[in-house]
């Protein structure tokens, strides 16, 4: 096994690519719908369910007055606006957790969970709704696991961040390590809009042979038996069709597992595309990037190659826009350029 984030998996499946792999195990089947134009992907089912759920600290939600309550994406939005609420959240185009937050405020700027259109995401009052929402962004990154980390080194290192969009179960795992250490958990909140990550898994043929395929079938079969879903099911992941039962709720942090969701309905893969692509040049957080370009004597030959090659796929809008990591107008960047003979900065926006 080889692991990889969702949308690294993805891009493997391009057309022209090789995987490299016989199986792949995404977030959820947004990825696999969007980039698998040659649809080699087969036998895909859903092992667990992740909703992603937005987690403040207790005493943060208490204050906004959502302890018991129930809060919508209207609160959110309010409280954001009011500056009484910022939270950890991934990128959308980078992580799956960060997309199907996306996915949910899209859905309920729209209005309607069931059914995202690509005229929706015309709408001005659509866009401003998100964009006020992703004001709310204190830090971001491209990994789930890394942002549940940094939240909890929050508490360590005196940064106390107020709240996290996550999978409910690394939400349930955050509150685990911080009650263990005796420091606050999150109250997990569940809007009335909630992607779901459906962790499917699906086989690729390559042209090994009937044995690969069957050891796949197999594995898959495993996985999905009563026994190994309970095992699953611990861990605070969902399970499809009720193969198995969730854990017991906890009113102290308000994780259900058991709660009935309204879940928004992944869009068509050229809507998903649409709304990354506004997500990246239009509605996330500017950023303000610092690159230093090592060019000393070390880095001659390959290692300066791979630099000025790396360099070139950031700074070529058709190269970054295939990988989800085009740059917004409002972006800025400063390349420093480090060398045995000169230093040179230069500011681009």
Not at 62 to 87: N, Y
Not at 167 to 193: C, F, M, S, W
Not at 235 to 251: K, N, V
Request: with cysteine; aromatic share 6%; hydrophobic share 40%.
């Amino acid at each position: 096994m080889r692991y990889k984030g969702s949308l690294d998996i993805a891009l493997a499946l391009k057309p022209g690519n090789d995987p490299e792999a016989d199986a792949v195990w995404p977030a959820a089947s947004i990825w696999v719908d969007m980039f698998d134009t040659a649809r080699r992907v087969k036998s895909v089912k859903s092992i667990a369910q992740m909703p992603v759920i937005l987690g403040v600290r207790r005493s943060k939600a208490q204050e906004l007055g959502w302890i018991g309550a129930k809060v919508t994406t209207s609160d959110i939005l309010a409280a954001v606006e009011g500056g009484r609420l910022k939270f950890l959240m991934t990128s959308a185009t980078q992580s799956n957790s960060g997309a199907s937050a996306y996915l949910a405020m899209l859905a309920a700027g729209i209005g309607k969970p069931d059914l995202i259109e690509s005229g929706d995401l015309d709408r001005g009052e659509v866009l401003a709704t998100v964009r006020g929402l992703l004001r709310g962004v204190e830090r971001s990154s491209g990994s789930s696991g890394w942002l549940a980390d940094l939240y909890r080194d929050g508490e360590r290192t005196g940064a106390h961040y107020e709240a996290m969009w996550n999978y409910e179960a690394v939400i349930k795992e955050t509150n685990d390590k911080l009650i263990a250490v005796r420091q606050e958990p999150l109250y997990a909140i569940y809007p009335d809009g909630v992607s779901v990550g459906d962790s499917p898994l699906g086989f690729v043929d390559r042209g090994r042979g009937k044995d690969v395929e069957t050891f796949f079938a197999e594995l898959q079969a495993f996985l999905l038996k009563s026994e190994t879903q309970a095992r699953i099911a611990a861990t605070g992941r969902r399970s499809e069709l009720a193969r198995a039962a969730p854990i017991q709720a906890d009113p102290a942090t308000n994780i259900d597992l058991g709660r009935s969701l309204t879940v928004v309905r992944p869009p068509e893969p050229a809507v998903i595309q649409k709304a990354l692509g506004l997500y990246q040049e239009a509605l996330r957080r500017p950023s303000l990037t610092a690159l230093c370009l090592d060019l000393s004597g070390s880095m001659q030959g390959h290692g300066e190659t791979q630099l000025l090659d790396a360099m070139r796929c950031l700074l070529t809008p058709a190269r970054t826009r295939e990988v989800l990591v085009q740059w917004s107008k409002q972006d800025r960047g400063v390349a420093v350029q480090r060398s045995c003979a000169m230093d040179r900065d230069r500011e681009w926006r």
